[in-house]
């Protein structure tokens, strides 16, 4: 890939959103932890260990979203209006998840009785699930070139179709994958052996089913999607070895309870699946409607950016 200006500010805009995948994703995969924990008692010393390892970072992580937003609208304006306008509803539905699930989970612990609590509990875990599903078919949407240019896509199927129906479930997938890998080690961690192993069991099935989910979805993409899966099968198809192989170790060093490991390899699981989404799009900032070269703004904005 030629290092432009331009494909230096998209590169330094895909970073941004490999963090958010990896830290942000990891804080709300937590909910999916929280809202499958069972009952106000079963449930306690779980979530007391979810609260205790999202804390210092709940909301920080979403630092990076907005990282990407301002260098997406700084840099590629034109697309940027494109995508918002298309895409408005679940940007929207996302934006309100995130308002909920942060004021959710600072309220649970002012509640003043446990039915707040409870419920509380329950809009935090659910929009910890929402948010991340919504995203997702914001990014399915863009690969599959749902995208006008012009901003006049359709406002439902844009993002009610496969390949962002898919994109929305693998997202929440490798978020509770993510999760699960460092509430595990955290639990182990903190002399809760119980409980680290209660979730190295919920882990390794949430890994698998991800891991399932991922690899089977390029098969109803190469029919949705065909420039994305060119894509896949192509170029990209480096980074899904490695997702596979990380994704792998993963599920391995959880078995063998060596926890502290199997976040880093989680990681990199992660990390390779959203980088093969990034150089399997490439060119395209909006699939077949607009390259990166020709969306990008001003030589001036874009040195300034960097």
């Not at 595990?184 to 002399?191: F, I, K, N, S």
């Not at 993409?221 to 993963?250: C, F, N, Q, R």
């Not at 150089?279 to 699939?287: A, E, F, H, R």
Request: charged share 10%; hydrophobic share 55%.
């Amino acid at each position: 890939v030629p290092v432009s200006l331009e494909v230096a500010v998209a590169a330094a805009l895909f970073i941004g959103l490999i963090a958010y995948a990896v830290l942000g994703g990891a804080d709300f995969g937590s909910g999916f932890f929280d809202l499958t924990a069972g009952s106000a008692r079963k449930g306690a010393e779980l979530r007391t260990l979810v609260d205790h390892s999202i804390g210092p970072v709940w909301e920080a992580n979403h630092v990076w979203l907005i990282y990407v937003l301002v260098i997406w609208w700084t840099a590629f304006p034109e697309s940027f209006a494109a995508a918002t306008t298309t895409l408005v509803l679940p940007l929207l539905l996302a934006l309100l998840g995130i308002v909920l699930r942060g004021a959710s989970f600072a309220f649970r612990k002012f509640a003043a009785t446990l039915g707040q609590a409870r419920l509380f509990g329950a809009i935090f875990a659910t929009s910890s699930i929402l948010t991340p599903f919504f995203l997702g078919t914001v990014a399915g949407g863009i690969a599959s070139g749902r995208v006008p240019l012009d901003g006049t896509g359709d406002r439902w199927s844009s993002w009610l179709n496969p390949t962002s129906l898919l994109g929305g479930v693998i997202a929440v997938g490798m978020c509770a994958f993510l999760a699960g890998t460092f509430l595990v080690a955290d639990a182990q961690r903190g002399g809760h052996t119980s409980l680290a192993a209660q979730l190295r069991t919920s882990s390794l099935v949430v890994g698998a089913v991800t891991g399932a989910v991922v690899f089977g979805a390029l098969f109803p993409v190469l029919e949705d999607a065909p420039t994305l899966s060119d894509g896949l099968t192509g170029k990209a198809a480096p980074l899904l070895v490695i997702s596979a192989t990380a994704g792998a170790a993963t599920l391995g060093l959880l078995w063998t309870r060596r926890y502290d490991l199997a976040r880093f390899t989680a990681v990199a699981a992660v990390a390779a699946v959203v980088s093969g989404w990034g150089v399997g799009q490439y060119p395209w900032l909006l699939v077949d409607e607009i390259t990166i070269a020709e969306a990008a703004g001003s030589p001036a904005t874009l040195r300034a950016l960097l």
